[in-house]
């Protein structure tokens, strides 16, 4: 899914830093009529012999308070078949946060009842991020009306049915694959990290929205348990890509989908990562 035609003013960025930064914003990040774009995706990643689903989107059938979501009806599983892997095939699924739209299809609708989509996977819970959503835990967060249900349709029937596995951060899946803190955006929002070939990509989740997060992580948009520790994932995000080239992968920014920070002249931006034609 794609939400187009967002006003850039909209991000909660000052006028004077969008146009500092136009030059690298355009045309992937600041879009025609001063607008930017928010996507909603899962991620595939073949490594180590395995196959790892990263955060399953929105879900359909699911009824939200935001229109856009409001009980879908799209072709995911056709779409995710299409690339070659069945949901048999999937070794993993990790959610970098329990969000409507990052554990959706965990789960689909069947015969009544809400069943794990990936049936022979299992699934990497971060405990921090399980037990902020747990109902008898509810009291200690903010009330979020759009999450409303997800534990009991997108959570609870994982581990009822025995696929879900509790981890605590960091959490080696395989030689390859780690799941490192990522906290504020939720209490356990944690990321994934990928070393292969003597290169790093960290699949960041919602610690960003829009690089302009990036270059000032004081830019609020985006729902948050801790803003304090928010800033500090971003630092953080922005440090390791600037000293290792790490590939940042976020959940949400349209095509290209990710990028590397950089150095010039002008300060801190953000490089839109060039995919490889095959």
């Known amino acids: 899914m794609e939400l187009t035609g967002r006003p850039i003013a909209s991000l909660g960025a000052s006028d004077e830093l969008v146009d500092r930064h136009r030059s690298w914003l355009e045309p992937h990040f600041l879009q025609a009529g001063n607008t930017w774009s928010l996507n909603f995706r899962s991620w595939v990643v073949r490594v180590d012999d395995l196959v790892i689903v990263i955060d399953p989107c929105n879900g359909n059938g699911r009824p939200n308070i935001m229109p856009m979501f409001d009980m879908l009806d799209i072709p995911y599983l056709e779409r995710f078949e299409a690339t070659g892997i069945r ?14 739209d990052h554990c959706g299809w965990n789960t689909q609708l069947r015969g009544g009842k809400w069943v794990p989509t990936f049936p022979n996977a299992r699934y990497l819970f971060v405990q921090r991020e399980y037990d902020r959503w747990h109902p008898d835990n509810a009291a ?32 080696r899946v395989s030689p390859s694959l780690a ?38 992580p004081t830019i609020k948009f985006g729902d948050h348990d801790d803003w304090g520790a928010v800033m500090e994932t971003r630092r953080r995000l922005a440090a390791d890509s600037l000293e290792r080239s790490t590939l940042i992968i976020p959940a949400h920014l349209p095509f290209p989908h990710a990028g590397y920070v950089r150095t010039a002249d002008m300060g801190m931006w953000f490089e839109a990562y060039a995919p490889m034609q095959a």
């Open 87 to 100: 949901v048999e095939d999937v070794d993993y699924v990790f959610c970098t946060h329990f969000h409507h």
């Open 140 to 171: 200690r967060f903010a009330s979020l009306p759009y999450n409303d249900g997800v534990y009991e349709r997108s959570i609870a029937p994982v581990v009822e049915a025995g696929l879900a596995d509790l981890v605590m951060e960091p959490h």
């Open 179 to 216: 799941i490192e803190p990522g906290h504020g955006h939720t209490a356990g929002h944690c990321m994934m990290r990928l070393c292969s070939s003597d290169e790093e990509a960290v699949f960041a989740g919602d610690a960003i929205h829009h690089p302009l997060q990036l270059i000032d």
